[in-house]
């Protein structure tokens, strides 16, 4: 069954963008689609869970340096990247960067979907604690080290007050920071702030250091 399958496809050229995703969907996946890198790592924080497809020759940002970002940004979906015919210098960065396969263009469909297929059973090999795991640590990589500093002391408890006190600045200014780091992890409370940072080791590290 293919039909619960999001394949999200990051190509500029406006007619393989139409018929990929007529192809795939006639092949049973959901498909989304995106005109550049820009486009898709401006939606990819809120996106579902899928496979991407990323053509390497794009305008504004290429192929490699949508993957990554998609690295430094913990994105934990598996990524197919389509290279123009003899590239293989290219699609061999591609794979040391992470990508689990490559596809040279022109693809013939069969060569395509069972490329998406290999992807997708990674994929579903995956527990969704190694995504949580993978996600909270690129979220907490996004920290400036003083928001990591407040991040630590709200993991072992302390008040504002006291995390100001230890890194002799202001409670409202560690006010500032709690909100900023709040809002880089995408959490609307403490204890979601709590759980990102358990899952990327936070309080484990820490305290066997401490």
Same mark, same amino acid.
């Given at each position: 069954?293919?039909?619960?399958?999001?394949?999200? +496809?990051?190509?500029?050229?406006?007619?393989?963008?139409?018929?990929?995703? %007529?192809?795939?969907?006639?092949?049973? %996946?959901?498909?989304?689609?995106?005109?550049?890198?820009?486009?898709? &790592?401006?939606?990819?924080?809120?996106?579902?869970?899928?496979?991407? &497809?990323?053509?390497?020759?794009?305008?504004?940002?290429?192929?490699?340096?949508?993957?990554?970002?998609?690295? @430094?940004?913990?994105?934990?979906?598996?990524?197919?990247?389509?290279?123009?015919?003899?590239?293989?210098?290219?699609?061999?960065?591609?794979?040391?960067?992470?990508?689990?396969?490559?596809?040279?263009?022109?693809?013939?469909?069969?060569?395509?979907?069972?490329?998406?297929?290999?992807?997708?059973?990674?994929?579903?090999?995956?527990?969704?604690?190694?995504? +949580?795991?993978?996600?909270?640590?690129?979220?907490?990589?996004?920290?400036?080290?003083? /928001?990591?500093?407040?991040?630590?002391?709200?993991? /072992?408890?302390?008040?504002?007050?006291?995390? @100001?006190?230890? +890194?002799?600045?202001?409670?409202?200014?560690?006010?500032?920071?709690? @909100?900023?780091?709040?809002?880089? +992890?995408?959490?609307?409370?403490?204890?979601?702030?709590?759980?990102?940072? %358990?899952?990327?080791?936070?309080? %484990? /590290?820490?305290?066997?250091?401490?």
């Amino acid at each position: 069954m293919t039909e619960h399958k999001l394949i999200h +496809l990051v190509d500029d050229d406006d007619a393989v963008r139409h018929s990929a995703s %007529f192809m795939l969907r006639h092949a049973g %996946f959901t498909v989304k689609t995106y005109p550049d890198g820009v486009a898709f &790592l401006d939606s990819v924080d809120d996106a579902a869970l899928g496979c991407i &497809l990323l053509d390497v020759q794009m305008p504004r940002m290429d192929g490699l340096e949508v993957q990554e970002q998609l690295n @430094a940004r913990g994105v934990a979906m598996p990524v197919i990247v389509l290279t123009g015919h003899g590239d293989v210098s290219v699609a061999v960065k591609a794979m040391k960067a992470g990508a689990v396969d490559f596809v040279e263009k022109p693809y013939e469909k069969q060569t395509l979907v069972e490329a998406l297929n290999r992807a997708f059973q990674r994929l579903e090999e995956r527990t969704q604690r190694d995504l +949580l795991v993978d996600q909270a640590k690129g979220r907490v990589e996004r920290l400036t080290p003083r /928001e990591h500093e407040v991040l630590v002391g709200l993991v /072992e408890g302390q008040t504002n007050k006291s995390i @100001a006190d230890d +890194l002799n600045i202001s409670p409202r200014t560690v006010e500032i920071h709690r @909100a900023n780091l709040m809002e880089k +992890l995408g959490a609307t409370s403490l204890s979601a702030v709590l759980r990102i940072a %358990f899952a990327a080791g936070i309080g %484990f /590290e820490d305290s066997d250091r401490g």
